[in-house]
T-cell receptor, first 110, second 115 residues
């Protein structure tokens, strides 16, 4: 079993819709989680971090964490074509190291 | 890119030659990381550093060595490049504010091709 599981996609949503990106992880030690956005040919960009169970909102982005289920998600409201990218989930292992999923490719159509 | 530069940005080399990639930061962050990114594998940690002269291995460290003689510079060396080391290499930095914090910021990447 991979440490971090993400659906590779592509996840296709129309402009203005809510995109829901999911991630499960196997390491119960993980206490913090990070979402990165990566445009094709570019470096990963940190967009959200979450440390506690529940929801954390930042603009159009909401991260949701459920440690008991070892599940973290990212919701993007009012999706825009500029949101089309690959989204990487990264739990912190507790040794100041992140473990990255392979990412979910999101396509937002106008 | 949070004050992080990587050099070179592109390199083509031949099998068996040594290669050194450089990561330079102006943020004075304590932690520095080297990753490689390949299709189907995502980002994988090669080596990381938690201070000057303090380094440790990641999950794919075979064939790679690192050095950090100054806070701002982290060097990745391929002693004898192989075709399997063709990849995109990213440097990242972080300055944790607590035990749970590990917000990492990435450099622009180096595309390495080993022929």
């Amino acid at each position: 079993q991979k440490e971090v599981e993400q659906n590779s996609g592509p996840l296709s949503v129309p402009e203005g819709a809510i995109a829901s990106l999911n991630c499960t992880y196997s390491d119960r030690v993980s206490q913090s989680f990070f979402w990165y956005r990566q445009y094709s040919g570019k470096s990963p960009e940190l967009i959200m971090s979450i440390y506690s169970n529940g929801d954390k909102e930042d603009g159009r982005f909401t991260a949701q964490l459920n440690k008991a289920s070892q599940y973290v998600s990212l919701l993007i409201r009012d999706s825009q074509p500029s949101d089309s990218a690959t989204y990487l989930c990264a739990p912190n292992t507790g040794f100041q190291k992140l473990v990255f999923g392979t990412g979910t490719r999101l396509l937002v159509s106008p | 890119d949070a004050g992080i530069t990587q050099s070179p940005r592109h390199k083509v080399t031949e099998t068996g030659t040594p290669v050194t990639l450089r990561c330079h930061q102006t943020e004075n962050h304590r932690y520095m990381y080297w990753y490689r990114q390949d299709p189907g594998h995502g980002l994988r940690l090669i080596h990381y550093s938690y201070g000057v002269k303090d380094t440790d291995k990641g999950e794919v460290s075979d064939g790679y060595s690192v050095s950090r003689s100054k806070t701002e510079d982290f060097l990745l060396t391929l002693e004898s490049a192989t075709s399997s080391q063709t990849s995109v290499y990213f440097c990242a930095i972080s300055e944790p504010r607590g035990s749970r914090d590990n917000e990492q910021f990435f450099g622009p990447g180096t595309r390495l091709t080993v022929l």
